[in-house]
């Protein structure tokens, strides 16, 4: 047996760019989800047979209990409306993972909890259409602004917003 290693040659530099794309199935869940926006302009989440936990998005297995919701889920809507458990502003341009274009916004991001019939809010993080940030706190009622129906895609960029749920107690003067 030789010990002797071939000689490599170095591998020439290209200028050739080449796209890449990627398909893939979203699955029974996600798939739903998607089409529910997409079609109907309504967020449809689970709710974990097993624990009661709410999953928005919707998935096969319960991230709390490890329950699996394969067979015969529990779909259910959830929102429109949310509460904002958090939120930040950034003033820095970002990538859409959808189209991987260079996207900005005026508007602060929020985690939401959005409401549900299970035992637990649904949480996304999304925009929260109020641009002066003195106005947004967390426990803000919002409720989600969807695309018009021609020009949903079925992704999250479907809901455009979600625009602060004005109180009536507390707009009677206005």
């Given at each position: 047996?030789?010990?002797?290693?071939?000689?490599?040659?170095?591998?020439?530099?290209?200028?050739?760019?080449?796209?890449?794309?990627?398909?893939?199935?979203?699955?029974?869940?996600?798939?739903?989800?998607?089409?529910?926006?997409?079609?109907?302009?309504?967020?449809?989440?689970?709710?974990?047979?097993?624990?009661?936990?709410?999953?928005?998005?919707?998935?096969?297995?319960?991230?709390?209990?490890?329950?699996?919701?394969?067979?015969?889920?529990?779909?259910?809507?959830?929102?429109?409306?949310?509460?904002?458990?958090?939120?930040?502003?950034?003033?820095?341009?970002?990538?859409?993972?959808?189209?991987?274009?260079?996207?900005?916004?005026?508007?602060?991001?929020?985690?939401?909890?959005?409401?549900?019939?299970?035992?637990?809010?649904?949480?996304?993080?999304?925009?929260?259409?109020?641009?002066?940030?003195?106005?947004?706190?967390?426990?803000?009622?919002?409720?989600?602004?969807?695309?018009?129906?021609?020009?949903?895609?079925?992704?999250?960029?479907?809901?455009?917003?979600?625009?602060?749920?004005?109180?009536?107690?507390?707009?009677q003067g206005d």
């Amino acid at each position: 047996m030789s010990t002797e290693q071939p000689e490599t040659l170095p591998v020439p530099p290209t200028r050739l760019r080449t796209p890449f794309f990627m398909e893939y199935p979203l699955g029974l869940f996600n798939g739903r989800f998607s089409r529910e926006m997409r079609d109907n302009g309504r967020l449809m989440g689970m709710v974990c047979r097993h624990c009661g936990f709410s999953m928005l998005p919707p998935q096969a297995v319960c991230s709390v209990c490890h329950g699996e919701n394969f067979e015969d889920p529990q779909w259910v809507e959830m929102g429109p409306e949310a509460t904002v458990a958090g939120f930040m502003s950034f003033n820095m341009p970002f990538i859409d993972t959808n189209d991987l274009s260079v996207q900005s916004s005026a508007y602060p991001v929020g985690v939401l909890m959005v409401d549900s019939p299970g035992r637990n809010a649904g949480f996304l993080w999304h925009y929260i259409g109020e641009t002066d940030l003195s106005k947004v706190h967390n426990g803000m009622r919002v409720r989600a602004v969807f695309r018009p129906e021609a020009e949903r895609k079925g992704l999250m960029t479907d809901i455009l917003y979600w625009e602060p749920v004005r109180d009536p107690a507390t707009t009677q003067g206005d």
